[in-house]
């Protein structure tokens, strides 16, 4: 794929008409994946919509964050960045912060807190110039890493559907990738074709975190050893997931019609369920039926796991003992009486 293919598989995952005439962000850090998606941005729009001569676009936001984590190397993608916004006629929004502290020096906290940094300042600039999207450049082969790296942390069918292409980050901004469907030595080939150097990041081919190892090691090795197309696999793995997750997700969202019953709760901290309804429902609907509650009600979601689910769907189905009341993960306080049961989040009423 160089080109002219690559800017039709673009154009299907994300028609012009969507984008044409909103502002959106890109998220640029100057590796290839995301020097692509920026230029196939700035091709599409252009074909679209021609810009004048000395006039920059004011619509299309690069954002890149310098972590400074590599010292002079992240400085110098900071400037290739700044470059190339400018070769793209396009405007420039940097963020630099310094993150290396002892507390996130541990081994995935610091990749999570650069990621949470990275997004909290494209929401603001997204919020800053009007943008409609966030637009960033996952590929396949992150979605494969993505899915392989819940299954070996343990995950349901939400996680084993890995990311989706267009996520609403808040009522008014919804993140676009739309290099998801697109392999990244396809990314290659176009940069080359088109004549567009990119930056390397030295640390993507360190061991220090799980995902540079899924991606250097183990991807590579059950590709060589057990399926040449084990990035497809996971794909096409975490598409039927999804599909059998929106399933669920339908029957859940009917049981809650049935079964939650808003004006029986104490207080505006509690939901009250009917358990009556649950004994005819799947299990794998009823844990989910809790998952949406929790959602729902913004309640934290990080520390409750598959066991803990399950033990809520045992409450409601009246295989659990019946003992007073169980707190679980977030002090979220279960309690159930005779075919009611409440749930309170303590601390808040």
């Known amino acids: 794929m160089t080109i002219e293919p690559l800017e039709a598989a673009f154009r299907a995952a994300w028609p012009i008409e969507r984008w044409a005439d909103v502002p959106i962000v890109v998220g640029v850090s100057g590796g290839a994946d995301s020097v692509a998606l920026l230029r196939l941005i700035v091709a599409v729009r252009r074909a679209s919509t021609p810009l004048p001569d000395g006039k920059s676009d004011e619509t299309i936001i690069v954002a890149h964050v310098n972590h400074g984590l590599r010292g002079q190397s992240s400085n110098d993608d900071r400037d290739f960045v700044l470059r190339l916004s400018l070769e793209c006629q396009t405007w420039c929004s940097f963020l630099g912060t310094a993150l290396i502290t002892e507390r996130f020096r541990g081994r995935d906290g610091l990749e999570a807190n650069c990621r949470k940094a990275r997004y909290d300042f494209f929401l603001e600039a997204a919020r800053k110039y009007g943008a409609r999207y966030i637009a960033v450049a996952h590929t396949a082969d992150d979605q494969a890493e993505t899915i392989l790296h819940h299954v070996l942390r343990g995950t349901g069918l939400a996680g084993l559907g890995g990311m989706t292409m267009f996520r609403a980050m808040n009522d008014a901004v919804t993140l676009a990738r739309p290099l998801l469907g697109v392999r990244r030595s396809e990314i290659i080939a176009y940069l080359e074709a088109i004549g567009q150097p990119w930056r390397e990041d030295a640390t993507n081919f360190e061991s220090t975190f799980t995902r540079n190892r899924l991606r250097n090691e183990l991807i590579p090795q059950l590709a060589r050893e057990y399926n040449a197309d084990i990035v497809p696999a996971l794909v096409r793995l975490g598409e039927q997931a999804r599909e059998a997750h929106d399933v669920v997700e339908q029957a859940a969202r009917q049981l ?94």
């Open 256 to 349: 809650a019609d049935r079964c939650v019953n808003p004006s029986a709760a104490s207080d505006d901290a509690a939901v009250v369920i009917d358990c009556t309804p649950l004994v005819r429902a799947s299990r794998h609907v009823v844990r989910e039926l809790f998952v949406q509650i929790w959602r729902d009600r913004d309640w934290p979601r990080q520390a409750m796991g598959f066991a803990e689910w399950d033990a809520l769907a045992a409450i409601a189905l009246g295989e659990a003992d019946q003992t007073p009341t169980r707190v679980f993960p977030g002090n979220v306080a279960a309690k159930r009486t005779g075919e009611t049961l409440e749930l309170k989040r303590r601390g808040w009423e």
